[in-house]
Each structure stands twice: as C-alpha cells, then as structure tokens.
C-alpha cells in the first residue's frame, strides 16, 4: 500500500548518526604569483624587523648617500604609482566601479606629491629655496591624507558603481583640494604650519601635527582591519597585497613619527616603506592583468574541453541505456504477444500478463518521462529556475510515484517540517521519482518501507530518503561521490537522472550506508530561493 503521513516532528538528519555536511567547497590554490608575493614580503617584513630591533634604523648617514637614494626611492615609488595608475584606468572604464576612480584618483595625486617630496627635502636646501623641514613634512602628512581615506573610501565602496554623485566627490577632492593644498604648501613663502621642532621625534610634533597623526593612524588601522576582512572572505590577490601593503605603511608612519633628522637612516627606511607596498600593489596589478588572462584563457578552453568530453560521454551513456531499455521492451512485448497467441490460457495466467503489460507500460513511461526532462537540461538553467515551494515538489513527487510504481510494492512515509522555497523547478520531483525508483527495484525484501525527510538550514534544504538495503555498487559510489566520472552501464540510469537534475539547480546528491543497520541513505542538497 501507499502512505504519505505528515509528521511536524522533524528529526534533523544528525540524529540518525549519519549527518552530511553539504557546503560549497571551492578550496583556493595559492597561485605562485601570490607565493612570489608573499616572500617578497616576509623578507621585506624581516629585513625592517632586524634593523628596527637593533637600532640601526636610527644610526646617521652621510648627506651623500641621502642624495643618491632618496631620489632613487622616491623614482621607485613614482614608477610602481604609475602602473597603478594606468591598471586603475583600464580598470574603471572597464568595470565603472568607483573603487577603480578612487585608487585611480589617489595615484594622481600621489604622483604630484611624490614630486613635491622629493624637491622640498632639506637635503636640497642648498639649491633650492623651498626645500626645508616643515613644508617637506607638511606635505608627507598632505600624503598621507590622499593615501589612507582614500584606501578606506575604496574598501566600502567595493563593486558600487560610479555615479554622478560620487564621481563628482571624488573628483573634487582628488583633482582641486588636493592639488590646491599641494601646491600652497610647497610654493607658500613661509611654510603653511610647524610640523615639529628642530628635536624631531614624537615628543616634538606640534598639537596639530600630533592631532593629524593620530588621525591617519586610525584610518589606517580601520582600512588594515577592513581590508583584512575582505581578503579572508574573498581571497583575492589586490586585495591581500593592500592588506600587506597597508602594513608597511603603518610601520613607515610609526619610523616617520619617531624620526628625529632627515639625515637618519630611518628616513630611508619609512621611505623604503612606503616604496614596498606600492611596488607589491604594482606588481599584483600587474599580475591580474597580464598573466590571470591568460591563465583565464587555458582554463576556459580546458573546461569547454572538459564540457565536450562529458557531453560525448553523456551521449554514449544515453544511447547504450536507451538501447539496453528498449531491448527489454521488445523482449517483453514479443513474450507478451506469444503468451496471448497461446488457444487456452487459464484465468491466473491471464492476470499474470495483465501485470506484466501494466508492469512494462510503467517502466515505458517513466523512462520517456526521464529522457523528456533530460532533454530539458541542455537549455539555459537560469532562464528554468525560480522561487518553488518544498510542498509542491513533494507532493508531485509523491503523484508520479503512486502512479508510475506499483504501490503495492511499498510503503512511503513523508515526513516534513514546513514549506520553505527552492531555487528549482518541477524537474525536481523527477529526481526524486528517480531516486525511488531505484529504491524500488533494488529492494532485498517484498515489504519495502521508505521514508523521505528534510532538513531546512540557513541556505539550503537537505532532502533524504532512506530505506534498508545493500551498499550500493562502487561504481554508483563513485559516481554518487567524484565529479568527472566516466559513464558506463554500471551506473544505473534513474541515478544518472537523479543527479543530472539535482546538479541543474547548483545542488548536491550524496550516498550514505550504515552498515550496522543495514539502511540506505540518498541525500539531496538544494539551494533555498533568496
């Protein structure tokens, strides 16, 4: 007989000790650009920790060598801006997010300041009338304004794309403010504020400067955190290199704060610092925009590879179970027409061959019904799927298989919580049907009893239908547990079904068996509609 009895008393699937952790496990590689990265940065990282531990990075240094490296440094740090200039150019007309206006905005600006920099640096003040402490140091801070809001604005604002808005903020910030402030502060005759004392060193920054300070400090914790963050859910490679980025620069602004003359050793250090995180952003942009391409290209061209080979695989896999089918079809129904051609046939035998016609029409209609919606799955998905009720699906489910399997042959309990909505179709309760149907005539007893539960969690719902029974095949193990598994007749067809549906909808079939008890267990993983 046939069952459906609706229980509000759902056990969750972890109280049969057999609980599946269905979850989206796309694992990431680290590419070796990011391993080439990543040590290029712990060695960096060490380097400036061994100096600052033993006290070099405070020791003096010849004018000499100030007026060979600053000027050096300071044309190493023009170079990498530039690259994330013209990388944040293609990007923006690209994409139009106004992450890329922003960054592309900030190395603008960077590159007017770096220039004004190098030219105001006491160590050219006997060529140059405007090269003296304070302006110099005015305008690190002015470059410190530019660098970290602008990082923060960039960390909010992620994919949000450009609008009249906040283009025109960004723009006027970037293209007037700034450039205005830049060059007030280094043509002014007088410097514009006292950044510190002629001591130098925490202790003699100004109030204003102390407060100014403080204030790129906390927008630069604020970005590190935010960036960090993003990165760990994310895993993208720009965004690791600015969380690193901002690391040395937050050490470039603590050595910058600290330093007591323009002729330490440290004055190279946070300069060098600073030249770190935009040569690692540089080189990541780089990176992306040169070799993810091509990487992108050979993946592409591997996968459609990989698509064609499963899909002649596919093909094959139809014809010789459509063939082994049909072939059990005509054996049938020559044994059928031979039985009726027989003069006398007793009452019993002709009540045999009426369940063997009934029997073999099922088993005709549930395979056309089969490949009918197989057919289905070559169109597009998206334009197939929508927000459909668990009830639904269950209920049609529950119709086709009272009425395309003898209910006779066994009992079905369903067992359900409440009525949450899928991203899926009708197809849906094929997979089910399939799924049944191979509990069905795979049973080990006359008397076969299944029941079919769910599980609703926070993004998905887990059907599963468990029933007594053998361990499956190896082969339908195989294919239940690995992607990419060569077809072959061992896999039986309603499992094939089952799963080439389930998979349309970015969903998940999984195989359990308890061998103490002897139970059988088909989970299915469906996303929730959002």
Request: charged fraction near 15%.
């Amino acid at each position: 007989m046939y069952k459906v009895s609706y229980n509000i008393r759902t056990p969750s699937l972890s109280s049969l000790g057999c609980l599946v952790q269905l979850k989206d496990r796309n694992s990431r590689r680290y590419r070796w650009a990011d391993v080439v990265i990543l040590v290029l940065s712990a060695y960096c990282a060490i380097y400036l920790g061994v100096i600052t531990l033993t006290g070099a990075v405070w020791s003096l240094v010849t004018p000499e060598f100030i007026l060979v490296v600053i000027p050096l440094f300071s044309g190493g740090i023009l170079a990498s801006v530039s690259i994330i200039l013209t990388h944040s150019t293609v990007q923006f007309f690209q994409t139009r997010r106004i992450y890329d206006l922003v960054i592309l905005l900030m190395a603008l600006d960077l590159i007017m300041l770096v220039m004004t920099y190098l030219v105001s640096h006491p160590i050219f003040s006997g060529w140059i009338s405007f090269a003296d402490r304070n302006r110099n140091r005015s305008l690190i801070l002015l470059m410190g304004i530019v660098i970290f809001p602008g990082m923060l604005a960039g960390s909010f604002t992620g994919n949000t794309i450009a609008n009249e808005r906040n283009s025109f903020v960004a723009l006027l910030w970037s293209l007037v403010i700034i450039p205005s402030l830049g060059f007030w502060f280094l043509f002014s005759p007088e410097p514009v504020f006292t950044v510190t004392s002629p001591s130098g060193g925490l202790t003699g920054l100004t109030p204003l400067a102390l407060g100014l300070v403080l204030t790129i400090g906390v927008t630069m914790l604020v970005a590190l955190v935010k960036y960090a963050y993003d990165w760990i859910k994310t895993r993208d490679r720009v965004i690791m290199v600015s969380t690193v980025a901002l690391g040395f620069w937050l050490y470039g602004e603590i050595i910058l704060v600290l330093l007591e003359s323009p002729f330490q050793f440290a004055e190279i250090i946070w300069l060098g610092a600073f030249g770190i995180g935009f040569l690692l952003l540089a080189f990541s942009m780089l990176f992306s925009a040169v070799l993810e391409p091509q990487r992108n290209l050979e993946e592409t061209v591997s996968q459609r590879t990989r698509e064609l080979s499963q899909s002649k695989a596919e093909s094959e896999f139809y014809l010789a179970m459509w063939a082994h089918k049909m072939g059990n079809f005509l054996q049938a129904l020559l044994i059928y027409l031979d039985m009726m051609g027989t003069p006398s046939l007793a009452t019993g035998d002709l009540k045999e061959i009426r369940f063997c016609a009934k029997t073999l029409s099922r088993e005709a209609t549930l395979l056309n019904l089969q490949v009918t919606n197989l057919s289905q799955i070559l169109d597009s998905k998206d334009n197939m799927l929508y927000a459909t009720p668990l009830a639904m699906i269950l209920s049609n489910a529950m119709d086709l298989v009272g009425s395309l399997l003898d209910p006779q042959e066994f009992k079905a309990y369903l067992e359900v919580r409440d009525n949450p909505l899928l991203r899926a179709n009708e197809m849906l309760s094929i997979a089910i049907l399939s799924i049944v149907s191979f509990v069905v005539k795979t049973r080990i007893t006359e008397d076969l009893s299944f029941v079919i539960k769910c599980d609703v969690q926070s993004e998905s719902v887990i059907l599963s239908v468990q029933c007594p029974g053998i361990e499956l095949t190896n082969a339908i193990q195989e294919y239940l547990h690995q992607k990419n598994v060569q077809l072959s007749t061992n896999i039986d067809f309603d499992i094939f079904v089952a799963r080439s549906i389930i998979e349309l909808f970015d969903g998940q079939l999984s195989y359990d068996h308890n061998l103490h008890e002897g139970m059988n267990s088909f989970y299915i993983s469906i996303p929730l509609a959002k």
